[in-house]
């Protein structure tokens, strides 16, 4: 694969490929069964998807949390989730400001449950 090759990989695209993240965090499982690692100079990553939950977004981030060069995550052809727990996003990628389809800081809540932080597109 290009990335055990040492070919420099900045952008991928997984439009109807995705799969699944590996329980690790450490690579992608494409609907092939073969994996991409977490690739150190990956800089934007789209996933092609209608089959993307809440589970499965956290995993995704913490996947692209692994990636240090990823500036873009894009979800496409994926309705995610309206609220997540932002304790579930990993506190390094919260400080990395990703751009694209992301959870950004608007705060609801109500009394009886934990804030949640709504889902909203970053273009």
């Known amino acids: 694969m290009a990335a055990e090759a040492g070919v420099t990989i900045s952008g991928l695209i997984l439009s109807g490929t995705f799969n699944t993240v590996a329980d690790n965090s450490q690579s992608i499982i494409l609907t092939s069964g073969l994996t991409v690692p977490v690739l150190q100079t990956l800089q934007e990553l789209e996933i092609g998807s209608t089959d993307i ?71």
């Open 53 to 123: 939950n809440l589970d499965m977004s956290i995993k995704i981030l913490s996947y692209v949390n692994e990636c240090p060069q990823i500036t873009t995550l894009q979800f496409l052809e994926s309705q995610l989730p309206d609220v997540v727990d932002p304790e579930q996003i990993p506190s390094q990628l919260k400080q990395r400001r990703l751009k694209g389809s992301l959870w950004k800081g608007i705060i609801t809540s109500t009394l009886d449950e934990k804030p949640k932080q709504r889902l909203t597109n970053d273009y």
